[in-house]
């Protein structure tokens, strides 16, 4: 079936890079995403990979996709303290724009 | 230029009442998707519509449901609301089917008593 998991929190200190780990189980995901939210806010899209890519750069943000091991992860360079929120890692599904979330993983940054 | 809209930000209904909800996808989008995220969650997929045609359905009982507009808006209409209706209310936004780039709105937050 489908699904995505994601560890649930993380705490890094302020300067430090963070990473966010994500596993999914569905293969077919041609594209797979990172999304921020904030509290009491909507998603908000940071970067997304396609499948056939294994790194994505884009200013502090770094993905890594590891195809085989079905695993996605997010490094955000120099984390500042406006990081701080809560991170989902998705994938897209069934052939059309469905997108299959984790839990979210919470990163706090602290001075 | 503006982004996903989605109305009412905030609202308050009872059990068994019917709510409606309305997204507006970013201008030249076609395609909208609907999520429901309960607390402490991730989003679930509701529904998507390209075109004004369902493209797919997610695991929720015909109490939703949803239709999409000649100007490509949309709405979510759920009825006999159930306590665990309450949740945040999320419309995506992308300009084609298929698509890495989901824009998603602030949501719509429903509380039910």
């Known amino acids: 079936g489908e699904d995505v998991e994601q560890s649930l929190f993380l705490s890094v200190r302020e300067g430090d890079s963070s990473v966010i780990n994500c596993t999914y189980t569905d293969s077919s995901s041609t594209y797979l995403y990172w999304y921020k939210q904030e509290p009491g806010a909507g998603l908000q899209l940071l970067t997304y990979i396609f499948s056939n890519m294994d790194m994505k750069q884009d200013q502090r943000l770094t993905v890594l996709l590891n195809k085989k091991d079905k695993h996605l992860s997010l490094r955000i360079a120099d984390t500042q303290t406006g990081d701080s929120a809560i991170y989902f890692c998705?994938?897209?599904?069934?052939?059309?724009?469905?997108?299959?979330f984790g839990a979210g993983t919470r990163l706090a940054v602290h001075p | 230029d503006a982004g996903v809209t989605q109305s009412p930000t905030h609202l308050i209904k009872t059990r068994g009442q019917h709510v409606t909800l309305r997204c507006s996808p970013i201008?030249?989008?076609?395609?909208v998707s609907w999520y429901q995220q309960v607390l402490g969650q991730g989003p679930q997929f509701i529904f998507q519509y390209y075109e004004k045609e369902e493209r797919g359905r997610g695991n929720f009982p015909d109490r939703f449901s949803a239709r999409q507009f000649p100007n490509y808006s949309s709405e979510l209409n759920v009825n006999a609301l159930l306590l665990g209706d309450s949740a945040l209310y999320l419309c995506?936004?992308?300009?084609?089917?298929?698509?890495?780039?989901?824009?998603f709105g602030e949501g719509s937050r429903l509380t039910v008593l």
């Open positions: 998705a994938g897209l599904s069934g052939g059309y724009n469905k997108l299959i």
């Open positions: 995506a936004s992308a300009n084609r089917d298929y698509t890495g780039e989901l824009f």
């Open positions: 201008s030249g989008h076609k395609s």
